[in-house]
């Protein structure tokens, strides 16, 4: 009995680095088959990918093509989004992509707006986080920015914690947008600043939409150029030209809402799409109607104007106290499905997008193109990249410029 106690004794009496190592040998099966898959999370079958956007996916189309080529290449993805309107059908009938809701955070009335802010930053980095958790185990992470806070930051979180590759696809900056709001010298647009160049570098792909992007980041935000991949937008296959037949079905189907009292032998009808904010001035496009209204032996015109936005409300009424004659305007918020038929339907298109940074470039005009439409796009420093003077559209600078390009392509007067 006193052998087996002092054999005890002395095993107890062991250096501490001899215990540490049993300790871990003994920790290593929970270690490896329950912490590390906790955190990872489940790996499936097939790569997954999350892909994450703070808007709409039903109008996110840029983010919808991405699952579908992520899907065709064998991914299982994630797609995570608000769902203001139903998204593309065969993003909902792809049996590879699951689509996963993101709250919105409304404002309330009277609200302020830093308040605001604070509540809506604070309940997604919630929301979002607790979403992604539940998602981890993907081999890659894609989020869209702008917007990009709070989640570029849960993105690189997730990155770190479930070893993902992180893609950040670059449509604009977020900073330049808040800036039109708050000015560019107020602190909360310089933290913006900080934020995404910060963040950008954890990124192991960066996708921009242009060149004059790519170099941006390249030069004011570090980021290495073998990163970085310019993907340019291309149009779905649903936009494309229309046959006359088909002209006059869509017309019919929304006669009362769009082309009433419209004459489709005389009548030109010229489209445009916008979210209604400061970055895109309607009023240029109202004073070029002023302008046309003026002269004689031109077509009336319908204008179509895709969309909405909380400035509204404020040109519609611009609108009617121009009282114009020759022109109507019509506005509308399309299903998703019917959205490049309308465009197709159109004489032209005009994009009044002038880019907060400078070196993006509008989704509207590339649907435009796929829809057989020449575009005149208000000019800013990336325009050249999409937009060709005289081949598919032409820039411009203001109402008179638009004015001369449509009395160029409807006719003019001697006047």
Request: glycine share 6%; hydrophobic share 45%.
């Amino acid at each position: 009995m006193l052998g087996v106690v002092g054999d005890f004794i002395n095993w107890v009496d062991y250096p501490a680095w001899v215990w540490l190592l049993i300790a871990i040998y003994l920790a290593l099966p929970a270690v490896v088959y329950i912490a590390v898959p906790y955190l990872v999370g489940n790996v499936s079958v097939h790569p997954r990918v999350v892909i994450c956007v703070l808007g709409d996916l039903g109008h996110s189309p840029r983010m919808c093509y991405h699952a579908r080529s992520f899907a065709l290449k064998g991914y299982a993805v994630d797609l995570c989004g608000y769902l203001e309107s139903s998204p593309p059908q065969d993003i909902v009938d792809n049996e590879d992509i699951d689509i996963h809701q993101i709250k919105t955070v409304s404002r309330g009335v009277g609200e302020n707006y830093f308040f605001f802010i604070v509540k809506k930053v604070v309940g997604q980095l919630c929301g979002i986080a607790s979403l992604l958790w539940e998602l981890r185990g993907a081999k890659y992470i894609m989020v869209q920015n702008p917007p990009g806070i709070p989640v570029l930051l849960l993105a690189v979180v997730y990155k770190y914690i479930t070893g993902a590759k992180l893609i950040i696809d670059w449509h604009n900056l977020g900073y330049s947008i808040l800036a039109i709001k708050l000015g560019p010298s107020h602190p909360l647009v310089t933290l913006n600043r900080i934020y995404e160049k910060l963040l950008s570098r954890f990124a192991d792909i960066n996708l921009t939409v242009t060149k004059k992007m790519k170099d941006f980041l390249k030069k004011e935000f570090g980021v290495k150029s073998k990163k970085i991949t310019i993907l340019y937008d291309k149009a779905a296959a649903d936009f494309k030209p229309l046959t006359e037949a088909q002209k006059t079905n869509v017309i019919q189907k929304y006669k009362n809402v769009l082309f009433n009292s419209f004459d489709s032998t005389r009548d030109k009808i010229l489209v445009s799409s916008t979210s209604f904010t400061p970055d895109e001035d309607f009023n240029v496009l109202l004073e070029a109607m002023k302008k046309y209204e003026k002269h004689s032996g031109v077509p009336n015109l319908r204008v179509i104007i895709t969309g909405k936005g909380p400035m509204k409300d404020e040109f519609l009424y611009a609108v009617k106290e121009a009282g114009l004659t020759k022109v109507t305007f019509r506005t509308a918020w399309l299903p998703i499905e019917d959205y490049p038929l309308v465009l197709g339907t159109a004489d032209i298109g005009v994009s009044l997008h002038t880019s907060s940074s400078g070196i993006d470039l509008p989704m509207k005009v590339v649907d435009m193109f796929g829809c057989g439409i020449p575009v005149l796009a208000l000019d800013f420093p990336a325009l050249p990249e999409l937009v060709e003077s005289g081949v598919n559209g032409y820039p411009v600078q203001d109402s008179d410029e638009i004015l001369e390009r449509l009395l160029q392509l409807f006719g003019n007067d001697e006047n």
